[in-house]
């Protein structure tokens, strides 16, 4: 006999209560499908959003680098071929070593428009730079020399004078009465002085004849001794006087640009005053002072022993010439501080444009190095085994030489080995080269704009070059 199994709960053998059971549990099954709707679409957006991301990433960073002057020359001559190459340009540059074939519509080595210039022989000026400052070549306070009261004042501020020209002028009076009363006792000393030489000559004839005794002889040389010297006091008197007097008016004691003044008229001055009158400074010619790098000291003094020694005076961005002259002096000391040598110039300044305490840069001229080979510190590159150039050669094939700088100065390298002269090196575009590639050397300013415009700074060839 089978055994049913008890129904569940207390629905016995209610059919009505069996009938609506079995679909409870169904009920239940259904009741979370929205919310797993609405999950799913949330997952379905965020991962868009996550895909969207992705590609707008790959396409920034695909379309981040502008094309560069060799991509635009290259484009142009080879159309729509050249268009792959710079494709394969790029990814050269980021070390895949595929795509160089597709420039020129995908016809074997890739060509690297260049500039180059030729490496010549000339006479090289070795100038040494350094930052000054400019001074007066001479300053001076002019202050009163005798006591009184100001009268008059002959200048204005900021005009120049030349030395002797009067300036200011004291009064005068007290100097003129001091005179006239010297002029005065020098003229009756010099009377009593007369009388007394008549009668010292009279006495000693009288004594001759023996008729006056000797003493009265040597009374009257005695006098007129006195009175020889009392003429003499009376003259040095009348030229303190004069001297005052021409103290009085106030001269200016050099040549220069006046200041502003110190002191107005109708005050008394003294001799004794500090702050003086008005400072005159003389700028014409100016000082330049500047400094050098004491490691410079050899050169320096050689120049010097050779003779007179050049110098020009720039603005401080270097921009343009204010004026020249030559080195007047070499510091007999090292700074510590700053190892530094203190050199001074004196340069012509006719039109003032230097002016006390102005920065400027002053360069002097070394020396000439005659016949130097000479190519552009653009061209020269930093690697691993030293400084470089590259040479074009025949077929356009490009070639790594090592070089050895001798110096740079200005925009120029001269160099000491690696080059013979005459050859072509590359200037700029050195970034797409690698050895033994092909190049195209185009005009600055053509081709697709290749190398248009100035040279680059001094300085700026070495970035981004790649080594040998």
Do not use: C
């Amino acid at each position: 006999m089978d055994v049913q199994p008890a129904p569940h709960g207390n629905h016995g053998s209610d059919p009505e209560l069996a009938a609506t059971s079995p679909r409870e549990p169904n009920v239940q099954r259904q009741a979370p499908a929205p919310h797993r709707a609405r999950s799913l679409a949330i997952r379905i957006a965020v991962g868009a959003a996550i895909v969207g991301g992705i590609v707008w990433y790959v396409q920034s960073r695909h379309h981040e680098r502008e094309p560069n002057a060799a991509e635009k020359e290259q484009a142009r001559a080879g159309g729509s071929g050249a268009a792959a190459g710079a494709g394969g340009e790029r990814g050269d540059s980021k070390g895949s070593g595929r795509g160089g074939s597709g420039a020129g519509g995908g016809s074997g080595e890739r060509v690297v428009p260049v500039q180059a210039i030729v490496a010549e022989k000339r006479d090289v000026p070795v100038w040494l730079e350094g930052l000054g400052s400019v001074a007066a070549v001479q300053q001076v306070t002019v202050r009163a020399q005798v006591d009184g009261r100001l009268d008059a004042v002959f200048f204005t501020e900021g005009q120049l004078v030349k030395a002797g020209d009067v300036i200011a002028q004291i009064d005068p009076r007290p100097f003129r009465v001091q005179l006239l009363s010297a002029q005065g006792a020098l003229a009756r000393d010099k009377a009593q002085l007369e009388a007394n030489v008549v009668n010292l000559k009279r006495y000693q004839g009288l004594q001759a004849q023996q008729l006056v005794a000797a003493q009265q002889v040597e009374q009257y040389q005695a006098a007129v001794g006195e009175l020889a010297g009392t003429v003499k006091i009376d003259q040095a008197a009348i030229d303190q006087a004069q001297l005052l007097l021409d103290y009085a008016a106030i001269k200016a004691p050099t040549t220069g640009i006046t200041g502003v003044r110190l002191v107005d008229a109708g005050n008394i001055v003294h001799a004794s005053d500090a702050t003086g009158l008005v400072v005159i400074t003389a700028i014409d010619p100016a000082a330049v002072y500047f400094t050098v790098p004491q490691d410079k000291l050899a050169g320096v003094a050689a120049a010097l022993a050779k003779g007179e020694v050049p110098v020009e005076v720039w603005s401080r961005d270097g921009t343009q010439k204010i004026s020249s002259g030559r080195l007047a002096v070499l510091d007999n000391q090292v700074n510590q501080t700053t190892a530094t040598l203190r050199l001074k110039a004196l340069v012509d300044n006719p039109k003032h444009v230097l002016w006390p305490n102005a920065f400027v840069k002053a360069r002097m001229l070394l020396e000439t190095k005659a016949n130097a080979l000479v190519v552009p510190s653009v061209a020269v590159q930093q690697g691993p085994q030293g400084t470089y150039v590259y040479v074009v050669g025949d077929g356009g094939v490009v070639a790594v030489k090592p070089v050895v700088v001798a110096l740079q100065t200005g925009e120029s390298s001269v160099i000491d080995k690696g080059l013979d002269g005459g050859e072509q090196v590359v200037t700029e575009g050195q970034q797409q080269l690698r050895p033994g590639g092909k190049v195209q050397v185009v005009k600055p300013g053509g081709g697709g704009g290749a190398g248009s415009g100035d040279a680059p700074a001094y300085g700026h060839g070495h970035a981004g070059s790649a080594a040998p």
